[in-house]
């Protein structure tokens, strides 16, 4: 038993807005309200029967009591830390994680900075590999997919990653030979022979009739994108996957037009009431690698 334990997040909003000496950015922080932060200190405070602070018109100072309180309530918390990670890290040791993915996604997106989430769980061995067939946990390996669809994945647990954001794009060398968006049909369209009516969706959404015959089918966006930059045509390629190009200048955007195709990528689960631990540790990291893209669907391609 602890009889004179506090509460714990009091503990902790109370080290936040001491070490900045400042209640506004413990709350900036903590993602809490300026006002909670205040009311757990004044808790902790009332539980002490002691100030910690002494509230100044243009800010605050620790009081001597608040100062050596601090000191041990930061190793305290420390400890409480070094725990939980020593903990994690036996949880899974030995353990690994099997994803499969969509090509395009381990190509553009997971591959490049998979070396993060494996820094950050040493322990933990992924088997990371691709296919777009249709997952069937019962009969498979595999702890997580990623794949894209047109409406809500069955039979499945499944998190929304983002919506498919298409951009128009090709080589400068074409771009400077195009001056109006009617100029796409005096140029061969790269097409994705799995989305036969994708230059269909697009060209009624953005009120441009094709009328152009000249057409080279390609089965992965990876083939688009090695052809587009290589002049050979026009493309609708995903936003996340031609980052680095538009970056590079291999590729362009040569019309500021939005178009969201009817695809959106879920990443797959088995279902079950709840995620595993190295599950759980994988969905927090890639909903950050996603954020950026969700935020550029958002906006369009411009």
């Given at each position: ?19 900045h000496v400042s ?172 989305r036969p009516n ?80 190295k599950v759980q ?22």
């Amino acid at each position: 038993m602890y009889p004179k334990l506090p509460p714990l997040n009091a503990l902790r909003t109370f080290e936040s807005a001491a070490r900045h000496v400042s209640f506004s950015l413990a709350a900036k922080e903590l993602f809490v309200t300026h006002g909670a932060v205040s009311k757990q200190v004044k808790g902790l405070e009332t539980y002490l029967g002691l100030s910690l602070f002494i509230r100044q018109h243009k800010g605050l100072r620790l009081t001597d009591e608040g100062i050596r309180y601090l000191t041990h309530i930061q190793s305290a918390l420390q400890t409480i830390n070094d725990a939980t990670v020593d903990i994690q890290s036996q949880l899974l040791r030995a353990q690994s994680l099997a994803i499969n993915v969509l090509p395009s996604l381990s190509i553009s997106c997971l591959i490049p900075c998979l070396e993060n989430f494996k820094s950050s769980h040493p322990n933990l061995y992924v088997d990371l590999s691709i296919g777009d067939f249709p997952i069937d946990f019962s009969q498979s390996h595999y702890d997580i997919a990623i794949r894209s669809a047109t409406s809500a994945p069955q039979g499945v647990n499944f998190i929304k990653l983002m919506d498919e954001d298409l951009c128009l794009v090709c080589s400068p060398q074409l771009a400077s030979e195009m001056s109006t968006l009617a100029d796409i049909n005096e140029m061969t369209l790269l097409k994705h022979t799995l989305r036969p009516n994708m230059w269909h969706e697009w060209s009624q959404a953005v009120g441009v009739v094709l009328s152009t015959d000249k057409k080279f089918g390609m089965a992965h966006f990876y083939m688009l994108s090695q052809a587009a930059v290589s002049s050979m045509g026009v493309a609708l390629i995903p936003r996340f996957f031609i980052e680095q190009q538009l970056k590079e200048g291999s590729l362009v955007i040569p019309f500021s037009l939005s178009f969201t195709s009817p695809y959106c990528y879920y990443l797959l689960t088995p279902k079950s009431s709840n995620y595993s631990f190295k599950v759980q540790l994988f969905i927090n990291w890639i909903l950050d690698v996603f954020a950026p893209y969700r935020k550029i669907s958002a906006e369009g391609c411009v």
